[in-house]
T-cell receptor, first 111, second 115 residues
Framework: GENVEQHPSTLSVQEGDSAVIKCTYSDSASNYFPWYKQELGKGPQLIID?????GEKKDQRIAVTLNKTAKHFSLHITETQPEDSAVYFC??????????FGKGTRLHILP | GAVVSQHPSRVICKSGTSVKIECRSLDFQATTMFWYRQFPKQSLMLMATSNEGSKATYEQGVEKDKFLINHASLTLSTLTVTSAHPEDSSFYIC???????????FGPGTRLTVL
């Protein structure tokens, strides 16, 4: 089955700097790669996703890249703000099917 | 985006009792829903796939007789934790894929505490 590895487990960046979280997946059949932000005591919120037919997608300060050959995908957050502090999960799935999550990255934005 | 709700948001029960958690897709129909469990400071682990009109599919290591799933309609799936024990205390989260656009949405979660 699918296995998703996520790094780093914890990341601290100065407010205004960029944050990068990297993930790898194992199943070449996976074609949908969402990223979720989870705040304490809440369910995960979809922040951006990418499908296997594109290599990059951007939404304001958030961007995601996908390298299908290497089975790598990454989340980039620019101009980080205090409200970006949360746990971020990458995930992989075959569209419409179960989603397999990475172990999460706890992002701290330092003042 | 689409909305998925869960009820209750938190529940405390005594050991040995059963607890039912509801998951609803509010503005779209979902023939499939997924149930996850999340322990503190850990990731979401898939427990089972709920299928409307047929039996749920459980992940390896998840006891189907302990975690009963019923997908009663195209907008409702329920998870019943039977004979709950303290080790079942966890954050239970459901999700539902929306076909168009092809996106999966998560509920707000249910915090279960078994005393």
């Amino acid at each position: 089955g699918e296995n998703v590895e996520q790094h780093p487990s914890t990341l601290s960046v100065q407010e205004g700097d960029s944050a990068v979280i990297k993930c790898t997946y194992s199943d070449s059949a996976s074609n949908y790669f969402p990223w979720y932000k989870q705040e304490l005591g809440k369910g995960p919120q979809l922040i951006i996703d990418i499908r296997s037919n594109v290599g990059e997608k951007k939404d304001q300060r958030i961007a995601v890249t996908l390298n299908k050959t290497a089975k790598h995908f990454s989340l980039h957050i620019t101009e980080t703000q205090p409200e970006d502090s949360a746990v971020y999960f990458c995930a992989a799935s075959i569209r419409g099917d179960k989603i397999i999550f990475g172990k999460g990255t706890r992002l701290h934005i330092l003042p | 985006g689409a909305v998925v709700s869960q009820h209750p948001s938190r529940v405390i029960c005594k050991s040995g009792t059963s607890v039912k958690i509801e998951c609803r897709s509010l503005d779209f129909q979902a023939t499939t829903m997924f149930w996850y469990r999340q322990f503190p400071k850990q990731s979401l682990m898939l427990m089972a796939t709920s299928n409307e009109g047929s039996k749920a599919t459980y992940e390896q290591g998840v006891e189907k007789d302990k975690f009963l799933i019923n997908h009663a309609s195209l907008t409702l799936s329920t998870l019943t934790v039977t004979s709950a024990h303290p080790e079942d205390s966890s954050f239970y989260i459901c999700s539902a894929p929306e076909v168009n656009p092809d996106t999966q949405y998560f509920g707000p979660g249910t915090r279960l505490t078994v005393l």
